[in-house]
């Protein structure tokens, strides 16, 4: 579902050079702007999301980049609830206890 969207890297290999991964300039780019679209939205009311985006941004990545590693995570969720035929269900944070 990511490579059909365009938001799966994609390796750049010619005979024995690998030139790395970079994001993808092919795949369904009305379902990438979707996915875009809805991982930007859901920074300002989904809180898992934006603590997502915040590591990735004190990772180092920039803006457009982190918002397309959420993109690429919530498609993950979308096909798992394809393929497992269930409904989104928010699994609530696990606290760790502290030793006293």
Known sequence: LAAYAGIAPVSRISGSSIRGE???????KTLKNALFYS???????HRPSRQYYERKRAEGKRHN??????ARRRCNVIFAM???REYFREIPPRHEQVAA
């Open 22 to 28: 970079h994001p993808a300039r092919s795949g369904n």
């Open 39 to 45: 991982a930007f939205a859901s920074l300002r009311s």
């Open 65 to 70: 980049a982190a918002v397309m590693c959420l």
């Open 82 to 84: 394809l393929k497992n």
